[in-house]
């Protein structure tokens, strides 16, 4: 009977294989994978970077593989990046998958949800006329977790890891920013040190679960790791519910905004504070992983770190002191070319988030060479701009080297034009994304990480304990979902400076 059932098993793989999908003749090159439903979901989930390469390899710039039970089109041509960011979105359309995120991720379930239209609505929440506002807030709030911390105070060296050290201030600083203070006063030592404590317990929490975000987006959690994971959740629900979140002070007109669209889907009380993890993982998971990386490249490379300091220097133009609040003008952080080109390079090297889309009926799409493709209902369309043209040789000379004056033309000004094939590109590096689902936070994100390397480089002497330290590899398994990690953290020693 065993030797039966296991007949009868090897028959039905076999059917599976020989009446599984096929390629038709104007369709991209399909790539299965050898096991039936699962394709290539282990590698790919495994190391996307790798897997794709060698696909790319095999197949060329566009290709379809297998992953488990879903057949996504890989499109790789920077150049025919528009044809599909600007598509209809009757027929390519983020909402789908969003939606699935948001469910396995947060547990949140949204009626009536369309990511355009609140982004739409929330655009003007982060961007002028209220990002004067916010990037003041934020300066206010930075200085609150990293200078006004007592364990700082009595300026001895002090050891920390540096990811910890950087997304730990850049979240609890982003987070009171946008949620709001304790009290209304910045500078009330009481407030502050409410804010400390609470904006601590909050990123203790939200780190816990972030260890587990990925394999939760990828459905992957084991029973013990989901067990805990629902447990994390509770706590931050319990941290961030709405009804604790209308009694702080200094609340973003972001947030408001956002609970105002809430309620007007008609969400009840549970789901928005649900909602509220969502929107922190969204709104703060990246800036904190960017700070470290440029923190880090600039103390590998002395030159990159002489001339951000010598720009930061110049622009400032006067003393800054740890007992006293300065704010720093937009018209002094848009006047940082060196610190941009910087930040610009370590974005290209570090930031690796898929671009995808659910198509929603049969298709064709043609590429920027005239190639022509047909694409099928039901299957998912990514792009993935971190291997082009991110890493692309033929774009940028020695990708995987940080070249801080990469975007520097030689008089200074920006650098924008870059080639592929001999064309110039519109979408050179994309850690933004692009089209209308481009970063609408993007231009707070950018000041908050520029007043964040100031205030370190400011008042801070900062060091490796290792100097000969090598830069950690990425933790592959958050390719795909925006800033890389790092395998592992990096020891600092830091001590505020003598003033």
């Avoid at 209220?130 to 807030?137: E, F, G, I, P, Q």
């Avoid at 190639?371 to 998912?380: A, I, M, V």
């Avoid at 650098?415 to 590109?425: I, N, Q, W």
Wanted: hydrophobic share 40%.
């Amino acid at each position: 009977m065993a030797v039966l059932a296991l007949l009868g098993l090897l028959a039905i793989l076999l059917a599976i294989l020989h009446f599984g999908r096929c390629r038709r003749p104007d369709e991209p090159p399909l790539d299965r994978g050898l096991i039936p439903w699962l394709g290539h979901a282990l590698e790919f989930g495994k190391d996307a970077v790798k897997f794709l390469s060698e696909m790319k390899k095999k197949h060329g710039d566009i290709f379809t593989v297998q992953a488990a039970g879903k057949f996504i089109t890989i499109l790789l041509d920077p150049l025919s990046y528009d044809v599909v960011l600007w598509e209809s979105r009757s027929k390519l359309d983020f909402n789908p998958y969003a939606r699935i995120l948001m469910d396995r991720m947060f547990d949140v379930r949204l009626p009536e949800y369309d990511p355009n239209e609140e982004k739409a609505m929330l655009r003007m929440t982060l961007q002028k006329p209220n990002l004067s506002s916010l990037t003041k807030a934020m300066s206010f709030n930075l200085r609150t977790v990293l200078l006004y911390d007592p364990s700082i105070a009595s300026r001895q060296w002090k050891e920390e890891d540096l990811f910890h050290l950087c997304y730990s201030t850049m979240l609890r600083a982003g987070y009171l920013t946008l949620y709001g203070n304790e009290m209304k006063d910045y500078e009330d030592v009481a407030s502050q040190t409410k804010d400390q404590a609470h904006s601590l317990e909050v990123y203790n929490e939200f780190y816990k679960l972030d260890r587990l975000l990925m394999k939760a987006a990828r459905s992957s959690l084991s029973a013990g790791e989901k067990k805990k994971f629902d447990s994390i959740k509770k706590d931050l629900w319990e941290l961030l519910s709405v009804k604790r979140l209308d009694g702080r002070a200094n609340r973003s007109v972001w947030l408001d905004s956002y609970k105002q669209h809430l309620v007007d889907l008609g969400v009840d009380e549970d789901m928005q504070t649900r909602a509220m993890l969502l929107q922190l993982w969204s709104t703060q998971s990246n800036a904190g992983p960017a700070v470290f990386w440029l923190l880090l490249f600039l103390l590998k490379h002395p030159s990159a770190m002489a001339a951000v300091r010598g720009e930061m220097e110049k622009t400032l133009s006067r003393k800054q002191t740890t007992g006293q609040v300065h704010e720093i003008s937009q018209e002094k952080l848009d006047s940082t070319p060196i610190f941009d080109s910087a930040l610009n390079e370590t974005l290209r090297l570090t930031a690796a988030p898929f671009i995808t889309r659910e198509v929603l009926q049969d298709m064709c799409l043609r590429l920027h060479d005239c190639r022509e493709y047909r694409l099928r209902k039901g299957d998912r369309l990514c792009l993935f701009p971190y291997i082009s043209p991110q890493m692309d040789p033929e774009i940028y000379e020695q990708p995987e080297i940080f070249k801080y004056d990469r975007f520097l033309n030689v008089d200074g000004t920006e650098k924008t034009d870059f080639y592929k094939g001999g064309e110039k590109l519109k979408y050179y590096t994309m850690p933004w994304g692009a089209g209308i689902n481009v970063c609408i936070g993007k231009f707070f994100a950018v000041n908050s990480i520029k007043q964040c390397i100031f205030l370190f480089l400011t008042y801070f002497d900062l060091e490796l304990k290792d100097p000969k330290a090598k830069i950690p590899d990425f933790d592959k398994e958050r390719y795909g979902f925006g800033m890389l990690q790092p395998e592992i953290d990096v020891i600092v020693r830091y001590k505020l400076k003598e003033q």
